[in-house]
T-cell receptor, first 110, second 114 residues
Framework: QKEVEQDPGPLSVPEGAIVSLNCTYS??????FMWYRQYSRKGPELLMY????GNKEDGRFTAQVDKSSKYISLFIRDSQPSDSATYLC??????????FGSGTKLNVKP | EPEVTQTPSHQVTQMGQEVILRCVPI?????FYWYRQILGQKVEFLVS????????KSEIFDDQFSVERPDGSNFTLKIRSTKLEDSAMYFC????????????FGSGTQLSVL
């Protein structure tokens, strides 16, 4: 079983839609959860960062962590064409190691 | 805003040649990483570095790979004898303290091995 599972998509939505991106993980020791946005041939850019279970909101983005289900989500409200990118979930395990999902490619159509 | 910088942005080399990929992490950061991403695939962990030594490495990071922090600002990844399958985007990343889990990435070096 992979440490982190993420549906690769692609996910195509119309502009203004609510987008839901999800990851599951297997290691109950993971404590820190992150979402990165990656544009084509660029480095991942940190979008959201949460610790343990709960919700965190930043503008149009909401990150949600459910540790009991080992499930994390990123919601994007009022999606824009500029949100078109690959979204990577990541989580920290051990002293100094981060685990990444395979990324979900999102396309927001004007 | 401080950022991780990587040079070169694109490196082309012949199979069997040595390459050095360079990174300048954010100045007050103490933990450094190299990741790679083969086109269309996931971001893969290579190695982490703290206090002038490797703290963790993956199976990918074999004897052909080495890392170094030659001075107070640079962090390098060396591949001694490149293989075709080393062709990938290599990302450097850094974070500041043990309690801050925010990992910041550079824009990457696209390595093409011919």
């Amino acid at each position: 079983q992979k440490e982190v599972e993420q549906d690769p998509g692609p996910l195509s939505v119309p502009e203004g839609a609510i987008v839901s991106l999800n990851c599951t993980y297997s290691n109950s020791a993971f404590q820190y959860f992150m979402w990165y946005r990656q544009y084509s041939r660029k480095g991942p850019e940190l979008l959201m960062y949460t610790y343990s279970s709960g919700n965190k909101e930043d503008g149009r983005f909401t990150a949600q962590v459910d540790k009991s289900s080992k499930y994390i989500s990123l919601f994007i409200r009022d999606s824009q064409p500029s949100d078109s990118a690959t979204y990577l979930c990541a989580m920290k395990g051990g002293f100094n190691k981060f685990y990444f999902g395979s990324g979900t490619k999102l396309n927001v159509k004007p | 805003e401080p950022e991780v910088t990587q040079t070169p942005s694109h490196q082309v080399t012949q199979m069997g040649q040595e390459v050095i990929l360079r990174c300048v992490p954010i100045s007050n950061h103490l933990y450094f990483y190299w990741y790679r991403q083969i086109l269309g695939q996931k971001v893969e962990f290579l190695v982490s570095f703290y206090n002038n030594e490797i703290s963790e490495k993956s199976e990918i990071f074999d004897d052909q790979f080495s890392v170094e922090r030659p001075d107070g600002s640079n962090f390098t990844l060396k591949i001694r004898s490149t293989k075709l399958e080393d062709s990938a985007m290599y990302f450097c990343a850094s974070r500041d303290t043990a309690t801050n889990e925010k990992l910041f990435f550079g824009s990457g070096t696209q390595l093409s091995v011919l």
